[in-house]
T-cell receptor
Framework: DAEITQSPRHKITETGRQVTLACHQT?????MFWYRQDLGHGLRLIHY???????NKGEVSDGYSVSRSNTEDLPLTLESAASSQTSVYFC?????????????FGEGSRLTVL | GQSLEQPSEVTAVEGAIVQINCTYQ??????LSWYQQHDGGAPTFLSY????GLEETGRFSSFLSRSDSYGYLLLQELQMKDSASYFC?????????FGPGTRLSVLP
């Protein structure tokens, strides 16, 4: 079955370190997204991609970067982790223009920055 | 800008019907989706409305009124397992903006 997986599921790091969260989907979806979820804020869009070599900034992109070298993967990098980036991160994918409004989410990566 | 509003909490008893409202302010609005998220889990898709009216999927129904920038999720025959957070999300083009979520507690 097609799926979307994230790794690591849990990570603790220190302020100033670089961290990369991996996201891999086997749906063959063109669209991929990274959200962060914090209490009281719902899901906020960090970066998104509509295809290979395409990346775009979302609502809360400062301090984050992504790259899209193939269809399956959209890694999220925190260049210099800050305590404000402690959060749960969700990767998601969708078909482009399929008209269903459906996002497929990974299981999430819980990041703690000390 | 893109913003959605939902009540923060709703409580109901098992077997009852509950309605979770969502209002949105969007330009280039395409449609409204609903997602369910249990504690510690990932959001999962429930329904989508691109056109005005009611969409029914089993015990869950979703409604959209574009003229009122308003939609709701209706949950019937509530079960304990329905206790979760529910998010509305508007899509504009191929992007999605989420509301802050409504926490539903189902009491026995």
């Amino acid at each position: 079955d097609a799926e979307i997986t994230q790794s690591p599921r849990h990570k603790i790091t220190e302020t100033g370190r670089q961290v990369t969260l991996a996201c891999h989907q086997t749906w063959n979806h063109n669209n991929m997204f990274w959200y962060r979820q914090d209490l009281g804020h719902g899901l906020r869009l960090i970066h998104y991609s509509y295809g290979v070599q395409d990346t775009n900034k979302g609502e809360v992109s400062d301090g984050y970067s992504v790259s899209r070298s193939n269809t399956e993967d959209l890694p999220l990098t925190l260049e210099s982790a800050a305590s404000s980036q402690t959060s749960v991160y969700f990767c998601a994918s969708s078909e482009s223009d399929d008209g269903t409004g459906e996002l497929f989410f990974g299981e999430g990566s819980r990041l703690t920055v000390l | 800008g893109q913003s959605l509003e939902q009540p923060s909490e709703v409580t109901a008893v098992e077997g009852a019907i509950v309605q979770i409202n969502c209002t949105y302010q969007t330009s280039g609005f395409y449609g409204l989706s609903w997602y369910q998220q249990h504690d510690g889990g990932a959001p999962t898709f429930l329904s989508y409305n691109a056109l005005d009216g009611l969409e029914e999927t089993g015990r869950f129904s979703s409604f959209l009124s574009r003229s009122d920038s308003y939609g709701y999720l209706l949950l019937q025959e509530l079960q304990m397992k329905d206790s979760a957070s529910y998010f509305c999300a508007s899509n504009y083009g191929q992007n999605f903006v989420f509301g802050p979520g409504t926490r539903l507690s189902v009491l026995p």
